[in-house]
């Protein structure tokens, strides 16, 4: 990885700029690293613009750029492209655009709008102080134009201070259009120490959709529902006297208020944004993304709404690619929930949720690359995702649980199950040095998890990374072990964070195997310790620790899920599972699925996911899901998100394992019948 896929574009920023130096954000998570984010480097919009001539019409013309945090492309004033994706700055992102249908012949005008947020949060990479932009366009692969001093830049003063909303991951744009852009400034170049991947990313897909409603309320306000949950931004023209204001509510439900939009949203988002106008007609493109499906503008007496649209965005998605086939409405509309949650949840990268967090964290990923690779047949986003947890290894060799990302979050569970996403890879690619490369990084994961192993091998008091076992705390079904952040030095072993670091040391020991490495197999031990640990001889079941005779759904599920439990038991973990049914969170139910599917009971699991009980992905349907749910209901979890891929585990546990054995369920439909049928035989998780 080098500089030098932008041979000619230099760095370039405002001078104001210039003097920063990069600063360290990267830290354990308990290490409680202070990190200082100045009021002035926050919230920062900065226009980058340049015109250059051409002569003579080229066959392509092209563009190269990268911007920190976030750049918006245009090209005489026509919408290119955003991005870069999320990147730590030793392997940064950036992309790639065939823009021949935007240079005509003459003057053109090149303009990037970049974002630097300046905050420390799981959206960006951001709060290091490395602010800037970085391109360069060519004709028939020559370079023309570039990133450099002669290069007009501003800061723009339209967008007002405001504040957050989220967990510090979106601010709320209060915009003034009498406040125009005046590009006085030359940029400055300057040394910056990213390394630019090897290869772009792929850019987002962008698109613009009209409401399917609109309803004049009595108040005057403008009510619109685009008719699902989408993920983007509005764009609005207006027409007023200057000074004058349009109110701006989003939001994912109704309410019974005057505005009928549920802007303060269950989520703990607040959708409520001023748009001041300028004299005459007016224009606004809004730039951070949200989450929602309903909006209310409020403009003030005498201004008129002249066009509203949103611009939608997600990573490429083909919605033809893979259709379910099947008589059962309620399984179809299981399967659609989930679908949509992946297509608008899989942006640069896999966010937990497009609204309060914005990140890629691990555990998702297990679920959501999964689903998404099904979805799309396109390994791209999960290969690079891969790469993001590889990379994390630089601040704790046991991996972070948010990839890539300046906010510092470690789970234990999420942790131990990268082994899966190696054989995931692998299954799908046959790639064996990608494999050899993610077996070094397993072979970390097992060594820093070590340090806390008793005599017996099994783990005790894992300190530095969060036990989770499952989320919400409500769903985790009575688990009967002290889960404190961290947990007590005493509290001895419980079995969750044991069944996952068994199933890690089986899988990288698979690893080995596919790659023809000698090795012990140290699972066999293993497995014997947690048997004599956690084995209730009376019940057959797995406890939750040798201190309780309480066996939970969780403790019960992981050993079948790796295939560590003993044969004799098995039907009555299955009995079990079924009595308990998916009293776990959404995430933990993909888990489950697998865990019945293993053992051969396909019926079993495909009644869990059509079942109509409270915690059913059926309960999203009647509670009026277009997108899956963080938890089963709306009011199962304090600050539900109604958007969130990692309820999406039906979708892969149907194609990879209950319609090829029940094939009288139904049937995937594949848009490329050849290219289908060979990713769904390629999965090699377990």
């Not at 409603?213 to 609005?236: P, Q, R, S, W, Y």
């Not at 099904?374 to 947890?389: M, P, R, Y």
């Not at 139904?666 to 390629?682: M, N, P, Y």
Request: glycine share 6%.
């Amino acid at each position: 990885m080098t500089r030098s896929v932008f041979s000619k574009g230099q760095w370039i920023c405002p001078r104001a700029y210039a003097v920063l130096s990069p600063i360290n954000v990267y830290h354990k998570e308990l290490d409680n690293q202070t990190v200082e984010l100045p009021e002035e480097l926050r919230h920062l919009h900065i226009l980058f613009r340049k015109s250059f001539v051409t002569s003579q019409k080229a066959e392509k013309y092209g563009i190269r750029i990268s911007a920190d945090d976030y750049y918006r492309l245009k090209i005489n004033g026509e919408y290119v492209g955003q991005g870069p994706a999320q990147g730590y700055p030793f392997c940064y992102y950036w992309n790639e655009y065939d823009i021949t249908k935007f240079v005509h012949t003459g003057e053109n005008t090149v303009e990037a709008e970049v974002y630097y947020q300046g905050l420390i949060n799981r959206a960006y990479n951001s709060g290091d102080r490395r602010i800037g932009l970085i391109a360069e366009i060519t004709a028939d692969g020559k370079p023309i134009e570039k990133t450099d001093e002669t290069w007009d830049c501003a800061v723009l003063r339209a967008y007002l201070p405001s504040h957050t909303v989220g967990y510090d991951t979106c601010f709320v744009e209060n915009y003034d259009s009498r406040i125009a852009p005046k590009l006085t400034e030359k940029a400055v170049c300057k040394q910056t120490d990213h390394i630019f991947s090897e290869k772009p990313v792929h850019p987002l897909q962008v698109y613009s959709k009209e409401p399917l409603h609109k309803e004049t309320l009595a108040n005057g306000a403008l009510f619109m529902d685009f008719g699902t949950e989408i993920v983007g931004t509005l764009t609005l023209t207006a027409e007023g006297k200057s000074g004058q204001t349009v109110r701006i509510l989003c939001g994912e439900e109704t309410d019974d208020s005057d505005v009928r939009v549920r802007y303060r949203m269950r989520c703990n988002c607040v959708y409520d944004e001023a748009w001041t106008l300028a004299d005459g007609e007016n224009r606004l493109e809004q730039y951070e993304y949200k989450a929602f499906r309903y909006v209310t503008l409020v403009p003030e007496p005498g201004v008129m709404i002249r066009n509203v649209t949103a611009r939608v965005r997600h990573y490429p998605f083909d919605d033809d690619f893979c259709k379910l086939e099947t008589d059962s409405e309620k399984l179809t509309a299981v399967w659609n929930i989930c679908k949509n949650g992946i297509k608008y949840g899989a942006q640069e990268v896999y966010v937990d949720c497009p609204s309060r967090e914005k990140g890629q964290y691990a555990g998702d990923l297990t679920v959501s690359s999964a689903s998404q690779i099904l979805l799309t047949g396109d390994l791209s986003l999960f290969e690079k995702a891969v790469e993001n947890q590889r990379q994390s290894a630089f601040i704790c060799p046991g991996l972070m649980a948010v990839t890539p990302g300046s906010f510092m979050q470690e789970i234990a569970d999420y942790s131990l199950q990268f082994p899966i996403l190696a054989l995931r890879h692998y299954g799908y690619t046959g790639d064996k040095t990608v494999l050899g490369e993610n077996l070094k990084t397993c072979e970390a994961i097992l060594d820093h998890f070590s340090r806390y192993a008793r005599p017996d091998g099994l783990l005790e008091a894992v300190t530095d990374k969060w036990n989770l076992v499952d989320w919400p705390v409500g769903l985790r079904d009575g688990y009967d072990f002290p889960l404190d952040k961290p947990v007590k030095p005493d509290s001895g072993a419980h079995n969750v964070v044991n069944a996952f670091y068994i199933g890690a040391v089986i899988q990288t020991e698979q690893i080995r195997s596919i790659l023809g490495i000698p090795h012990e197999n140290r699972s066999t031990a293993l497995i014997s310790a947690f048997d004599r640990e956690f084995l209730d001889p009376e019940t057959g079941l797995y406890t939750d620790s040798s201190k309780t005779d309480h066996s939970s759904l969780h403790s019960n599920v992981l050993p079948l899920y790796y295939g560590f439990s003993r044969p004799e038991n098995a039907q009555k973990a299955r009995d079990f599972i079924m009595e308990k049914g998916l009293c776990c969170g959404v995430y933990f139910a993909y888990f489950v699925l697998k865990a019945l599917c293993r053992i051969g009971h396909y019926e079993d699991a495909y009644s869990l996911i059509v079942n109509e009980s409270e915690h059913s992905w059926y309960n999203m349907v009647r509670e009026g899901a277009t997108t899956c749910f963080e938890a089963w209901g709306k009011d199962q979890k304090q600050n539900t998100s109604l958007c969130h891929p990692w309820a999406s585990g039906p979708i892969p546990v149907l194609v990879e394992d209950i319609l090829p054995h029940i094939p009288e369920v139904g049937r995937i439909v594949w848009k490329d019948e050849e290219k289908g049928k060979l990713i769904a035989a390629r999965n090699f998780m377990i």
